[in-house]
C-alpha cells in the first residue's frame, strides 16, 4: 500500500504560477512511475505529466507542454508539478498517482492515488 499526500494548491491570477508537491509514504519504491492528473467539475479526470521511476522520462499533456514541469525526488520519496503561465482553463483538483507500469495516460493504468489539492485560477 502506499499513501499519498498532495500540497500547494490554492487561487492563483492567470499568469501566476503554482507548484505543487507529492509526498508518498507507506510501500514506497522508487521504481514507481509518477502522474499528476486533473479533474474540472463535471469532466472526467485527465492526464497532466508523468515522470519516470529513474526521471530520464517525462511526457506531458499538450495543453500544459511548456508551462508545467513535473520532476521527483526519490531521497524524499515526493513528486513536484511545476505550473507556470497558468490560465483559467487549468482550474481544477489536480491529483498524484503511481504506477509500476509506464506510458498509462488514462486513470485505470494507476495502482494508488491521493486525495487532490485545489487549484483555481482566476482574477
Known amino acids: 500500500q502506499v499513501q499519498l499526500v498532495e500540497s500547494g494548491g490554492g487561487l492563483v491570477q492567470p499568469g501566476g504560477s503554482l507548484r505543487l508537491s507529492c509526498a508518498a509514504s507507506?510501500?514506497?519504491?522508487?521504481?514507481?512511475?509518477m502522474a499528476w492528473f486533473r479533474q474540472a467539475p463535471g469532466k472526467e479526470r485527465d492526464f497532466v505529466a508523468a515522470?519516470?521511476?529513474?526521471?530520464?522520462?517525462?511526457v506531458y499533456a499538450d495543453s500544459v507542454k511548456g508551462r508545467f514541469t513535473i520532476s521527483r525526488d526519490n531521497a524524499e520519496n515526493t513528486v513536484y508539478l511545476q505550473m507556470n503561465s497558468l490560465k483559467p482553463e487549468d482550474t481544477a483538483v489536480y491529483y498524484c498517482?503511481?504506477?509500476?507500469?509506464?506510458?498509462?495516460?488514462?486513470?485505470?493504468?494507476?495502482?494508488?492515488w491521493g486525495q487532490g489539492t485545489q487549484v483555481t485560477v482566476s482574477s
Open positions: 498517482a503511481t504506477t509500476s507500469g509506464w506510458g498509462h495516460r488514462r486513470p485505470e493504468g494507476y495502482d494508488f
Open positions: 515522470i519516470s521511476w529513474s526521471r530520464r522520462s517525462t
Open positions: 507507506g510501500r514506497t519504491s522508487s521504481s514507481y512511475h
